[in-house]
């Protein structure tokens, strides 16, 4: 079932087709990623999944109904990009006034916070001030906020900026355990290391535009280019066969590029004959960020006014 | 509604519970009182205790002129006295006759003497030497007295509103100048809180976490009922304050003055009647209470919490469109300002004529109202222009708050740059 449904979304500024129609589906229980490069209108994207902007036109369905902002927000959690907390208040009645805006009762959310403080081990920090907290403990305590009321839609725009590697893995964590539990996650970054470790399903926004859209496996298949490593000790100049050709070559290792039509096992076959030993043999899948720039790659980096 | 509630009263806990409020509400009262009985205190006891003066009276002319009274100054008529040796003989100054001209005589001083003891030594000469002439001419000084006091108080004119009640000009006057300066700092005071909220919260960046869960005017209206509601509660509690330690100051004034006061309550006619019986200051007390308080401070409230609801949108407005540099704001706030100055200057200038043209259009045009229409307030405008007046503030402030909604709605997610009039124009007539 999807949980979300984006139908021809078109959002226009004074100056820019920040969504210029978009459309796609999100299945429950995914770890989707949004990405697209700086000002490509993801922000804009979320904005009307999430019920701050209305859309110029299109429909944003939501868990089968037409999105109604009002009430669908509280099984919404969103973690903005621009994120930040009241500086003055104190920590635990924050994350009590968050989770009570979103229709929790205030003893339900106390349970909830102590419950999740005792996971983050931020037990202590109950009555300091969000001025005192270090940026990476800001940013743990908004993903807290962000998940708290159990949300079935999960938003997180670049959730890991400001955390060192132990604290971006504890949040990791988390998110793979939220999502098993049937919440859905979207993810909106352009580090494609992590988008490649954690989503299953991906939408590659530029310029307004939808340019991509597939699991993150059937993106790869789409993407590769019939590259494959071979690992044998052997000298470049002997190896020449018109159904490869050489890439690059290591040492230890060749990288060879398949032509059209060309079996692995014709490749094999000829090392082979060749009396050469071959200690690996494997396919090379493009790596997103390798996709990410060859896409994004020759439009213009910085986005243009345009008149509209 | 739940959710409106909620920043409510997250905006009003966070604010009463600041040392500021605390200390701003309840020692301002105290200040004001301690400034008052500090300014009474020292006005009274800034003359220096009695001064012994030496004189040298050598044609004996004033000796039997000046008679020492209760005054500050006491003249010794001592012949032995000089300027070497008064100060030895206990003296204060010594006042001796200058040779070169005969009007005009010195006084010595170890230190420089106060001008208040040179001019009360100089009236004490010039009216002995009045009386002086006054007798020889054959006019008696007791006789001259009494005629003097008996024509400047002979006699006398009260203004009467038509229930028969005494109208004092000046207090109407006081009342209206204090209440209409008091909504006028409360609504910059005020105003500005609400900017700063939503300039904190923009530049804290939790606008848009807030916006994920409530509506931009929820966030919004939540913000300026929290702050009203501070507002309100410091305006009352000084109410309080103040009318608790102007009960304990009548404690110390003479009885006798409370009970022309009763007397005075009790008949009005009397006030006119027996003028030179009653002190001013009991006709004083008087007059304040006769004032329609319940009245009065029911407007101010009104007034208070309309023109805050009426420019606190705004505020807010301005708010939203800025960035960290409070710079823009003040440039953004200056139009918002000048009505509000406006207002004031109105007021200021045509309190004497409470009802004139200027008077009666700024109380019914909502930007100046609040402050115009409380300096008219103890002169009991008529029933219509009052409910004229609150109504058009009434719709003032929906319409502000719906423009500011719209402006606040899309301002508070915009970082990096400032908006121009010309953009917000634009939000306000967007759907």
Same mark, same amino acid.
Request: proline share 3%; hydrophobic share 45%; aromatic share 12%.
């Given at each position: 079932?999807?949980?979300?449904?984006?139908q021809?979304?078109?959002?226009?500024?004074?100056?820019?087709?920040?969504?210029?129609?978009?459309?796609?589906? !999100?299945a429950?229980?995914d770890i989707f990623?949004l990405?697209?490069p700086?000002?490509?209108?993801?922000?804009t994207?979320?904005?009307?999944?999430?019920?701050?902007?209305?859309?110029d036109?299109? $429909?944003?369905?939501?868990?089968?109904?037409k999105?109604? %902002?009002?009430?669908?927000t509280?099984?919404?959690?969103?973690?903005?990009?621009?994120r930040?907390?009241?500086?003055?208040? =104190? !920590?635990?009645?924050?994350?009590?006034?968050?989770?009570?805006l979103?229709?929790?009762?205030?003893?339900?959310?106390? +349970?909830?916070i102590?419950?999740?403080?005792?996971?983050?081990?931020?037990e202590?920090w109950?009555?300091?001030?969000?001025?005192d907290l270090?940026k990476?403990m800001?940013?743990?305590?908004?993903?807290?906020?962000?998940v708290?009321?159990? %949300?079935k839609l999960?938003?997180?725009?670049?959730p890991f900026?400001?955390?060192?590697?132990?604290?971006a893995?504890?949040? =990791?964590?988390?998110?793979?355990?939220?999502?098993?539990?049937?919440?859905?996650i979207?993810?909106?970054?352009h580090?494609? $290391?992590?988008v490649?470790?954690?989503?299953?399903?991906?939408?590659l926004?530029?310029?307004? =535009?939808?340019i991509?859209?597939?699991?993150?496996?059937q993106?790869?298949?789409d993407?590769?280019?019939?590259m494959?490593r071979i690992?044998?000790?052997i000298?470049?100049e002997?190896?020449q066969?018109?159904?490869?050709?050489?890439?690059?070559?290591?040492p230890?290792?060749l990288?060879?590029?398949?032509?059209?039509? +060309?079996?692995?096992?014709?490749?094999?076959?000829?090392? !082979?004959?060749?009396?050469?030993?071959?200690?690996?043999?494997?396919?090379?899948?493009p790596?997103?960020n390798?996709?990410?720039?060859k896409?994004?790659?020759?439009? =213009?980096?910085?986005?243009?006014?345009?008149?509209i | 509604m739940?959710?409106i509630w909620?920043?409510?009263?997250?905006?009003?806990?966070?604010?009463?519970?600041n040392?500021? #409020?605390?200390?701003?509400?309840f020692?301002l009262?105290?200040?004001i009182?301690?400034?008052i009985?500090?300014?009474?205190?020292l006005s009274?006891?800034?003359e220096?205790?009695?001064?012994?003066?030496?004189f040298?009276?050598?044609?004996?002319f004033?000796k039997?002129?000046v008679k020492?009274?209760?005054?500050?100054i006491v003249?010794?008529?001592?012949?032995?006295?000089?300027?070497l040796?008064?100060?030895?003989?206990?003296?204060?100054?010594?006042?001796?006759q200058?040779d070169s001209?005969?009007?005009?005589? /010195?006084l010595?001083?170890?230190?420089?003497?106060?001008?208040?003891?040179?001019?009360?030594i100089e009236?004490?000469?010039?009216e002995a030497?009045?009386n002086?002439q006054?007798?020889?001419?054959? @006019?008696?000084?007791?006789?001259?007295?009494s005629l003097?006091?008996?024509?400047?108080?002979y006699?006398?004119?009260d203004?009467?509103?038509?229930?028969?009640?005494i109208?004092?000009?000046?207090?109407?006057?006081?009342?209206?100048?204090?209440?209409g300066i008091?909504?006028y700092?409360?609504?910059? &005071?005020?105003?500005?809180?609400?900017?700063?909220?939503?300039?904190?919260?923009?530049t804290?960046?939790i606008?848009?976490?807030?916006?994920?869960?409530?509506?931009? #005017?929820q966030?919004?209206?939540?913000?300026?009922l929290? @702050?009203g509601?501070?507002?309100?509660t410091?305006?009352?509690?000084?109410?309080?304050?103040?009318?608790?330690?102007? &009960?304990?100051?009548t404690?110390?004034?003479?009885?006798?003055?409370?009970s022309?006061v009763?007397q005075?309550q009790?008949?009005?006619?009397m006030a006119?009647?027996n003028t030179?019986?009653l002190?001013?200051?009991?006709k004083?007390i008087?007059?304040v209470?006769n004032?329609?308080?319940p009245?009065? /401070?029911?407007?101010f409230?009104?007034?208070?919490?309309?023109?805050?609801?009426?420019?606190s949108?705004?505020?807010?407005?301005v708010?939203?469109?800025v960035?960290?540099?409070?710079?823009?704001?003040?440039s953004?706030?200056?139009?918002i300002?000048m009505?509000i100055?406006?207002?004031f200057?109105?007021?200021?200038?045509?309190?004497?004529s409470p009802?004139?043209d200027?008077?009666?259009?700024?109380?019914?045009?909502?930007?100046?109202?609040? @402050?115009v229409?409380?300096?008219?307030i103890s002169?009991s405008?008529?029933?219509?222009?009052?409910a004229?007046?609150?109504?058009?503030?009434?719709g003032?402030?929906?319409f502000?708050t719906w423009?500011?909604?719209k402006?606040?709605?899309?301002?508070?997610?915009m970082?990096g740059?400032?908006a121009?009039?010309?953009?917000?124009m634009?939000?306000?007539f967007?759907k």
């Amino acid at each position: 079932m999807n949980i979300l449904e984006l139908q021809n979304l078109k959002k226009y500024f004074a100056t820019q087709k920040a969504v210029d129609d978009i459309s796609f589906n !999100i299945a429950q229980g995914d770890i989707f990623g949004l990405l697209g490069p700086n000002g490509a209108g993801k922000t804009t994207l979320l904005r009307m999944i999430t019920g701050i902007f209305y859309p110029d036109s299109g $429909e944003v369905v939501f868990n089968g109904r037409k999105f109604d %902002p009002i009430n669908d927000t509280a099984y919404i959690g969103y973690m903005p990009e621009e994120r930040g907390l009241y500086k003055k208040m =104190k !920590i635990g009645e924050q994350a009590v006034y968050l989770a009570q805006l979103k229709g929790l009762s205030k003893a339900e959310a106390m +349970t909830k916070i102590k419950a999740w403080f005792v996971k983050f081990e931020m037990e202590s920090w109950w009555n300091k001030k969000v001025e005192d907290l270090s940026k990476g403990m800001s940013q743990k305590l908004q993903f807290v906020t962000t998940v708290l009321h159990e %949300p079935k839609l999960i938003i997180l725009d670049e959730p890991f900026s400001g955390l060192d590697p132990v604290n971006a893995n504890l949040i =990791k964590d988390e998110i793979f355990k939220l999502a098993q539990n049937g919440s859905t996650i979207i993810f909106s970054t352009h580090r494609m $290391e992590q988008v490649e470790e954690i989503c299953n399903h991906i939408v590659l926004v530029n310029k307004g =535009k939808k340019i991509l859209d597939g699991t993150v496996k059937q993106v790869k298949q789409d993407f590769k280019e019939n590259m494959y490593r071979i690992g044998a000790s052997i000298a470049a100049e002997d190896i020449q066969h018109p159904a490869f050709e050489v890439i690059k070559h290591n040492p230890e290792e060749l990288l060879l590029k398949l032509s059209a039509g +060309t079996k692995t096992n014709d490749v094999l076959q000829y090392f !082979i004959s060749k009396n050469i030993t071959v200690n690996t043999f494997s396919e090379v899948l493009p790596s997103l960020n390798e996709i990410f720039i060859k896409l994004v790659e020759g439009t =213009k980096t910085a986005r243009q006014f345009q008149e509209i | 509604m739940n959710k409106i509630w909620l920043i409510i009263k997250r905006e009003y806990i966070t604010r009463v519970r600041n040392k500021t #409020f605390l200390l701003s509400t309840f020692l301002l009262p105290i200040v004001i009182v301690l400034f008052i009985a500090g300014s009474i205190f020292l006005s009274v006891k800034s003359e220096e205790s009695r001064k012994r003066i030496a004189f040298s009276d050598t044609s004996e002319f004033f000796k039997p002129l000046v008679k020492n009274d209760s005054s500050k100054i006491v003249f010794v008529f001592d012949a032995g006295a000089d300027t070497l040796n008064y100060t030895k003989k206990g003296f204060d100054g010594f006042v001796y006759q200058d040779d070169s001209a005969s009007h005009h005589f /010195i006084l010595r001083t170890p230190k420089a003497a106060s001008m208040g003891t040179t001019s009360s030594i100089e009236n004490r000469l010039n009216e002995a030497y009045q009386n002086y002439q006054l007798e020889r001419s054959g @006019i008696s000084k007791t006789y001259l007295d009494s005629l003097k006091k008996a024509s400047s108080s002979y006699f006398s004119v009260d203004n009467k509103g038509d229930d028969a009640k005494i109208v004092n000009a000046g207090l109407n006057y006081a009342v209206g100048f204090g209440s209409g300066i008091l909504i006028y700092i409360t609504m910059f &005071v005020f105003g500005a809180m609400v900017m700063r909220g939503v300039m904190e919260e923009k530049t804290n960046r939790i606008a848009e976490v807030m916006v994920s869960s409530v509506k931009p #005017f929820q966030l919004m209206l939540g913000k300026i009922l929290g @702050i009203g509601a501070v507002g309100l509660t410091q305006l009352l509690l000084w109410i309080i304050l103040m009318s608790v330690l102007s &009960v304990a100051a009548t404690a110390f004034l003479p009885s006798d003055i409370m009970s022309q006061v009763q007397q005075i309550q009790n008949n009005p006619a009397m006030a006119s009647n027996n003028t030179a019986q009653l002190s001013e200051s009991a006709k004083m007390i008087a007059n304040v209470s006769n004032l329609n308080w319940p009245m009065i /401070i029911g407007c101010f409230i009104f007034y208070f919490v309309g023109g805050f609801l009426f420019y606190s949108s705004l505020f807010a407005a301005v708010g939203s469109v800025v960035n960290e540099d409070p710079q823009e704001a003040q440039s953004l706030m200056l139009p918002i300002m000048m009505p509000i100055i406006f207002g004031f200057i109105i007021l200021s200038s045509n309190l004497n004529s409470p009802d004139n043209d200027a008077m009666f259009w700024g109380s019914i045009i909502p930007f100046t109202s609040p @402050i115009v229409m409380m300096g008219r307030i103890s002169t009991s405008p008529p029933f219509w222009q009052l409910a004229l007046s609150m109504v058009s503030l009434i719709g003032g402030f929906l319409f502000t708050t719906w423009m500011a909604g719209k402006i606040y709605r899309t301002g508070i997610l915009m970082y990096g740059k400032k908006a121009s009039w010309k953009e917000m124009m634009k939000w306000t007539f967007r759907k």
